[in-house]
């Protein structure tokens, strides 16, 4: 499904295309880009889209946007997507950076904003705790202040790929006494400070992606607070909410559903009864794609008439990350008993993995997709939110 | 129809429990799968000890003559503990179809070893392209003189690695697909021209891809009648069926006492989780899916047991029916977990995996919900 597009926005569209058909670097095309690239590797389409301009869709143009429309914002996540590109790291580009650009100083925006955009910086967040999961708000780690410096410690966790962090952004405790969300700053903390430890956290898929950062007296500088001390909760809230409508994956279910199809074609013969019942199962997931983008479409072009979906855009994360689990439980379905075996990590090569290369990593990625209804805020708090904020219940 | 065990079988029950609990704990068992070898030989005597190889087996052929709710107990418990030796390997496949097919000179040859726990045993059937069918068989065996000798590939052989004898299947007759020509052999693991390609499978364990290069099999080492394999490894699979229902409750039984405990104790937004009715009535399906499972794992061992003739359409039925409840508890228990059900440190990802491949196992929800269906 494509929108109405005017010819000028068409031109866009193969422009978009043909730049990631010549530039996309060869080397990234691994069997899970997620996991298999080392750092150096996952940084290579970052800086070929920023040489071109193109590395932040969502930012104005006077911080190094491209200054595009919302349907050309939406043009090219959708191309992008749709080629199986790596997105640049969304905790730099889709999180902080548009929190430092609202709500940050000058001298933060000249400081950490160019160097988001090139790629030197690589930033983790720091939201998550062992006691905070979903209730985000009961964030513990404290912030005191010592004259022009905060004394941190605290606990984050869950924190992904912090082992490649320069940065971490961080919700810290100012004010014990508030109330939780009253009482909240947002800091950002260098990870080369004296006092930060990563502690890798190995997820059911064998993969390291995940962490515990350990802050113990880490002394940050009073300017790294954006804002103002104790309102970090409202640029939290601010930070979820891009974050959330970026979980569509359209583009990523689509690919994955496409190449579902191309599998059960080939693992499973036609007078098979299985095969009619994998038919049928496709058939209903690509409804639920099609309904969802369609969805997406609709919310597009109201945002291109200055209508905020607000809350509504948790429906995205929810459906959207349904969608993929399934697309990823099937595929471990479709290739039958070799889904028994799973890739050893860290990923090297000359470990024998039985049956087609389709189906190498299709049980890691069943595994790993089990986070998708839990991170970025459950999808049982996504559900909270829209009974609460659009249905009024 | 709750059963009623009897005293020698909640016997077996508390004395496996007993030793599983002091030796088997899950720091015990994650020593065991990070190893080179990746079982341990130490517990597998153990099992030995305690009777568990012996337990199934008829007492004519030597056995405790447990039959089919010895194994069930046992698997339930192994199922609670993830236990990894190759016991639904060695003694449910191989020592069932000995059992029931091998003759005189085979049985006594083989069965007392599997007993003693002497001998590991996995079961070839697989092929790379078989998905779940028996007579979907390449790997040819043709007679030359008093040998066979049988080549061609076979497929996800789990615990191969670790075998002394295996069970092949092999075509001595007939087309891919024909249901008639389908023969098992009986081959040592360190035959010439038989290697082994191994790999991780994703619940800890180590399974092979085969490759048969003209490995010659003396005739005396065709199990059962020749052409006759696709019959007999039906029985068996309805036996193995029994055994991976009755270990994914034992695993479905420790996941929902795992969340219902973390959803007393785990606190957000001031109240413990359990509070929330939406996660309240998440477990109560988990609950029922868990009643549900041990009826029908019940129900399908005791049919067995009693020869009933709808046996293998039971075995299909239970296997998709259990499969999906098995998994909406794996999955719902990781996800109540939230972050923690995600890492590898927790028991509860390693109960979610082996349901996982359970559910691989002999085939799919899928595939047996429609060979339920075709048999209605």
């Known amino acids: ?393 | 129809m709750d059963i009623q065990f009897t005293e020698e079988q909640e016997m077996l029950r508390s004395s496996i429990q007993r030793f599983l609990r002091e030796q088997y704990d899950f720091d015990e068992r994650r020593k065991i799968i990070s190893t080179d070898e990746g079982w341990s030989r130490r517990h597998w005597k153990s099992f030995a000890e305690l009777g568990l190889c012996a337990a199934p087996f008829q007492e004519n052929s030597g056995g405790l003559g447990g039959g089919l709710l010895a194994t069930m107990i046992v698997m339930q418990e192994f199922g609670r503990n993830l236990v990894v030796e190759p016991y639904f390997e060695t003694v449910v496949l191989a020592g069932g179809l000995i059992e029931d097919v091998a003759s005189p000179e085979q049985r006594e040859a083989f069965l007392p070893k599997i007993m003693e726990g002497e001998a590991i045993w996995a079961l070839a059937w697989a092929e790379g392209r078989s998905r779940y069918d028996f007579d979907n068989v390449t790997t040819t065996a043709r007679r030359h003189g008093d040998n066979f000798v049988l080549s061609g590939t076979k497929a996800a052989v789990v615990g191969a690695p670790w075998a002394d004898k295996l069970i092949v299947s092999a075509r001595t007759s007939g087309g891919r697909r024909d249901r008639d020509g389908v023969s098992l052999f009986i081959v040592d693991r360190h035959s010439a021209n038989l290697h082994l390609q191994s790999f991780k499978t994703l619940d800890g364990r180590r399974a092979a891809e085969l490759a048969l290069m003209n490995v010659e099999v003396p005739a005396g080492q065709l199990l059962g009648r020749e052409g006759e394999g696709v019959a007999v490894l039906e029985a068996c699979r309805a036996r193995a069926i029994a055994a991976l229902c009755a270990e994914a409750v034992g695993a479905m039984s420790v996941l929902n006492s795992a969340t219902l405990e973390y959803s007393k104790m785990r606190k957000q937004f001031g109240v413990a989780l359990g509070t929330f009715q939406v996660l309240q009535h998440r477990m109560v399906d988990m609950f029922i899916a868990l009643e549900e499972a041990t009826s029908l794992t019940q129900h399908l061992n005791l049919s067995l047991a009693a020869r009933e003739p709808n046996g293998s359409k039971l075995a299909s039925g239970a296997k998709s029916k259990v499969g999906c409840a098995a998994r909406f508890v794996a999955e719902q228990a990781v996800q109540l977990h939230g972050g923690m059900g995600m890492s590898d440190e927790l028991n509860v990802g390693h109960y979610f995996k082996r349901i996982s491949s359970i559910n691989i196992q002999f085939g799919d929800p899928t595939y047996h919900l429609m060979r339920y269906a075709q048999q209605s």
């Open chain 1, 1 to 393: 499904m494509e929108l109405n597009l005017s010819s000028e926005d068409a031109a866009f569209r193969d422009e978009v295309r043909a730049f990631i058909a010549e530039n996309y670097p060869q080397e990234m095309r691994v069997p899970n880009p997620e996991t298999d690239l080392t750092k150096e590797q996952s940084l290579l389409w970052h800086r070929i889209l920023h040489k071109k301009g193109w590395i932040a869709p969502l930012w104005p143009k006077e911080y190094g946007g491209p200054g595009w429309s919302v349907t050309q914002r939406f043009i090219f996540e959708q191309e992008t997507s749709r080629a199986g590109t790596l997105p640049p790291l969304a905790f730099s580009v889709t999180m902080v950076g548009p929190v430092i650009y609202t709500f940050g100083n000058e001298a933060q925006k000249r400081k950490f904003l160019p160097r988001i955009l090139s790629g030197e910086d690589w930033w983790c967040q720091g939201y998550s705790e062992p006691g905070s999961g979903s209730d985000l708000a009961s964030v513990r780690t404290k912030a005191v202040r010592d004259g022009d410096h905060y004394i941190v410690n605290g606990h984050k966790t869950w924190t992904t790929l912090a082992q490649h962090a320069d940065w971490i952004f961080c919700l810290v405790r100012t004010d014990p006494s508030a109330k939780p969300q009253a009482g909240i700053s947002f800091l950002l903390i260098d990870m080369k400070s004296p006092g930060v430890t990563v502690r890798p956290i190995i997820t059911i898929d064998g993969s390291h992606e995940v962490n515990d950062v350990f802050l113990e007296n880490v002394r940050v500088p009073t300017e790294n607070l954006i804002g103002e001390e104790n309102r970090g909760w409202t640029y939290a809230k601010f930070l979820l909410g891009n974050e959330r409508t970026s979980m569509a994956g359209i583009g990523r279910s689509t690919r994955y559903l496409q190449r579902l199809k191309r599998i059960v074609r080939t693992e499973i013969s036609e007078d098979d009864p299985a095969f009619g019942e994998f038919v049928k199962d496709i058939a209903r997931v690509e409804l639920d794609v099609l309904a969802l983008e369609a969805t997406e479409l609709r919310i597009v072009a109201q945002m291109s008439r200055g209508i905020d979906p607000g809350p509504a855009a948790s429906l995205f994360k929810i459906r959207g990350t349904e969608i993929f689990q399934r697309i990823t439980e099937l595929t471990h379905q479709a290739i039958g008993n070799h889904g028994l075996a799973i890739r050893e990590h860290p990923a090297g090569a000359n470990r024998f993995m039985p049956g087609p290369d389709y189906g190498h990593t299709a049980t890691e990625k069943y595994l790993n997709a089990r986070k998708l209804s839990i991170y970025g805020g459950s999808n049982e708090i996504q559900r909270n939110i829209i009974a609460k904020a659009v249905l009024g219940l």
